[in-house]
């Protein structure tokens, strides 16, 4: 395991106990927390992108902001739902942030989820063409984001322009070199994972996955892991590709987190999203050492080369911020972190 970050989804309410209960409060205290998981050694913070919802949504002012703030951590998202995406425009606003973050982008990209309300994305003015279902709508915005983030020009130039350009055909500004091979695409399936590989996408593969074999979820998350990796090889390409997955993991070091995940375990759940049978990962809450056993025998934790923790935002800051401090303390030096 190389790289261990934060996964927050950012949701807000008034609920009783909820230290988050505005959109002002989940993007400030988004920013505060990665400060504070730079400070005690983290490896990035990532931000879940839902619309209609009371979570975190428009993703690139919180990365551009956790990125002037930030020197060192990856900042990215978990992910973004392309089906909703001008990709042109995402291009700008992706470059802009990746500026500004020093080159510390890492996007994670897909169809995305069920959203709140139906069709969302036609609110946003998108349809699927044609004999396209919406996933394939998404799969297409993401070819043309990857391509002209590539930074080759494709647009002719007026020829009286307001301001001088450059020879030749012009692309979109600004430009970051390398956000391409920065590009993460989070997969429930197993086909979609090698799609991304022929790609050269990254993958993100995160607590849930299409119940494809009826093994446990960390064994088929393991096996496409595998998939893809060979995927990637067989495309030919010319650089190591990036495995991330996503866990509930808490480390009980004192009686506050006891009160909070100090439950019996639970294990792999299974449902059904969008119609399709889908299986759940457990989450992990138990005492360092035993902890340190349990996540041992996730095979998909050991396959990956990025973790992701998906944190309680509305518990605070510095509830947060101990959260992934104990893990990074108690937990992952015995399971190979630097």
Known sequence: MKSIGFLSFGHWSDSPGSQARTASDVLLQAIDLAQAVEDIGGDGAYF???????QHASPFPLLAAVGARTS???IGTGVIDMRYENPLYMAEDAGAADLIAG?????GISRGS???????????????AEGETDADMARRHTEVFLQVIEGNGFAQPNPRPMFPNPAGLLRLEPYSEGLRERIWWGSASNATAEWAANLGMNLQSSTLKYDESGKPFHVQQR????LYRNAWKAAGHHREPRVSVS????????DLDRSYFGGPDGGDQVGNIDGVRAVFGRSYAAEPEDLIKQLR?????????????TVPNQLGVDYNTHVVESILTEVAPALGWR
């Not at 879940?48 to 009371?54: K, L, S, T, Y």
């Open 247 to 254: 866990r509930s993991i808490f480390a009980i070091t004192n």
């Open 72 to 74: 060192r951590i990856e």
């Open 48 to 54: 879940r992108v839902h619309h209609f919802a009371r």
């Open 103 to 107: 080159h510390r982008l890492q996007l």
């Open 114 to 128: 069920p959203e709140q309300v139906v069709d969302g994305f036609r609110f946003f003015g998108y349809a699927p």
């Open 297 to 309: 025998e996730d095979e998909a934790i050991a396959a990956a080369d990025t973790l992701l923790l």
């Open 223 to 226: 096996e496409q892991i595998d």
